[in-house]
């Protein structure tokens, strides 16, 4: 949305894990260990008013996800993939 600045983070995700699963995983006090899947890729904050490209590549059959964990200021700091703003997909094999 245009009111406030957002990021994008790529996952690419464990197999058979949903973004959901790692999401949990990153935010559990204390951390059972690693999360589910690792950050492959992503841009700082950038308002609504920026252009922002990366490139990026995607192994063939995997699972990813683009989460945007910048804080919203709106709803008290909680982060934009609380209210929306992430999104899982599969790469075809």
């Known amino acids: 949305g245009p009111q406030e600045d957002h990021e994008v983070v790529v996952i690419k995700l464990d197999e058979g894990v949903a ?25 700082a904050a950038f308002d609504a008013a920026t252009e922002n490209y990366m490139e990026v590549e995607f192994e063939a059959g995997a699972t990813y996800a683009l989460v945007c964990f910048t804080p919203a200021v709106q709803h008290e700091g909680q982060p934009h993939f609380m209210h929306g703003m992430v999104a899982q997909f599969d790469v075809p094999a």
């Open 19 to 43: 973004v959901n699963d790692f999401l949990e995983a990153m935010f559990q006090d204390p951390p059972a260990g690693p999360p589910p899947g690792q950050i492959i890729a992503g841009t």
